[in-house]
């Protein structure tokens, strides 16, 4: 067998074949209509990233509830119509051979309160951050927590109807799959809550209904942490046992990340900087030293996200044989092609665009300003300062949020 790199074609489980080992991670786009709808700045954006190379594309977190979004311009799919538009998205994301996996999710107590100030999750337990940005949950009743499952079943039909090539259960960073996993979010008696079996079980039920719902051939991937990075959190031993028990539930692809919002974890690494010493992979990936063990637990094919960014150390880690496919995120919002450039060799690496962020804080909202941007057919504005990604991006999420329609709040 040839060692493989990032321009190698393989094949999912389920039988489809993905061109290479590039994927783009999924990233919250924030582009609906006021109805939670998808539009034609979905299209734009999408057909650029799928002229940019990837082998595969995750879309941001599509949302199964209007009520619970991860933030204002989410693409929701309730009873909100929207189909031609899902359709008109799904064709340009998967123009030039490219696989488009719609990311469906359940923002759980991680909803902004501009949202909603009081949003759901498994007990009643609010995050600890010191912000007022997020309200205090309520506990999902058993009768809600199976609602959830045929809300995501409902989307992963959809997403397939419209012509996406695949879906990805969002398990990871602290929304409401991941708050079940954890043992901080999650202190229910019933059983959905205590052994890890039980707070594994919405994640698991809801995979198998949607590869009920969906098929054998329709590719299924999930988001899942390493660990959380927190003390008395889902852990990295936790992390192992539920990796082989989505093996038994036929996932196609799992994409490993880490923490959430009390802990940024996908976006530093769960060590900190100072820490991270050795081999160009140990350097750059974030969540490469896990990937072995997950490795020798599991054969489903393997994503890793967060860090990468030379063809070196992203060919360094797939000829190790741990991993699979590359995620890149954050330099995909501004070099929207540099996947194609990577395997081509015209460049040796993606631009590492937030270590020149300042300050830190304001990179979420300069990285969102750039992908619109991108979406609204201009190029993307890599002279922005920091400052004025803080403004620009609290004014667009407050727009948003106050001409959002049809909003059930509690
Ligand atoms: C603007 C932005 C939006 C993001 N939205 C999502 C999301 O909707 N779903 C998700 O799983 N991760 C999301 N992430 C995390 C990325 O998928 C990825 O894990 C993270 O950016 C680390 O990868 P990178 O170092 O290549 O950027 C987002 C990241 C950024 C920068």
């Known amino acids: ?56 594309l995750i879309t941001g977190n599509v949302q199964v509830d209007r009520r619970f979004l991860e933030r204002p311009g989410n693409v929701v799919i ?6 031609e538009e899902l359709r008109a998205f799904a064709k340009a994301g998967t123009a030039n051979g490219t696989l488009l996996f719609m990311q469906i999710g359940h923002a ?13 999750a498994p007990s009643e337990i609010p995050m600890t951050l010191p912000d007022a940005a997020f309200g205090r949950p309520r506990a999902l009743s058993a009768e809600e927590v199976k609602d959830v499952i045929r809300r995501f079943t409902h989307v992963a039909s959809v997403a397939k109807e419209a012509g996406f090539s695949g879906v990805q259960v969002h398990g990871a960073h602290g929304y409401l799959i991941s708050e079940f996993l954890s043992p901080l979010a999650n202190q229910r ?36 942490n390493s660990s959380d990075f927190q003390k008395g959190g889902f852990s990295h031993d936790e992390c192992l ?23 940024p974890a996908m976006m530093i690494g769960g060590r900190g900087a100072d820490e991270i010493r050795g081999t160009t992979i140990a350097r750059e990936a974030y969540f490469m030293d896990y990937a ?91 002279t922005m300062t920091g400052d004025q990604a803080i403004t620009a991006y609290l004014e667009n999420e407050e727009a948003t949020a106050s001409a959002l329609q049809d909003r059930v709040l509690d």
């Not at 309730?78 to 189909?83: E, P, V, Y």
């Not at 036929?250 to 990340?257: A, H, R």
């Open 1 to 56: 067998m040839t060692t493989p790199d990032i321009a190698s074609s393989f094949t999912l489980p389920c039988g489809v074949k993905v061109k290479n080992r590039i994927a783009k991670a999924p990233m919250t786009e924030g582009l609906a209509d006021p109805m939670n709808r998808a539009t034609k700045r979905h299209e734009t954006l999408y057909g650029k990233w799928a002229e940019g190379g990837s082998g595969i």
């Open 78 to 83: 309730d009873n909100n119509g929207g189909l």
């Open 108 to 120: 759980g107590r991680q909803t902004p309160r501009r949202v909603n100030p009081v949003p759901v």
């Open 189 to 224: 008696t019933d059983k959905w809550g205590g052994s890890l079996e039980n707070r594994a079980r919405l994640l698991r039920e809801t995979v198998r209904s949607i590869r009920a719902a969906a098929g054998p051939d329709f590719p299924i991937s999930v988001k899942l």
């Open 241 to 263: 046992q539920v990796v082989k028990w989505l093996e038994e539930d036929s996932v196609d692809l799992l994409e490993i990340s880490g923490g959430n919002y009390e802990n």
């Open 292 to 382: 072995k063990g997950i490795r020798a637990a599991t054969k489903v094919p393997l994503m890793v996200t967060g860090g990468f960014r030379s063809r070196e150390a992203m060919n360094a880690a797939l000829a190790e044989g741990n991993i699979d496919v590359i995620g890149i995120g954050r330099p995909l919002c501004v070099d929207w092609d540099a996947p194609a450039k990577l395997i081509s060799g015209e460049i040796d690496t993606a631009k590492a665009y937030e270590r020149e962020i300042s300050p830190s804080k304001a990179a979420l909202g300069w990285f969102c300003l750039n992908i619109i941007r991108i979406a609204d057919g201009k190029e993307p504005d890599r």
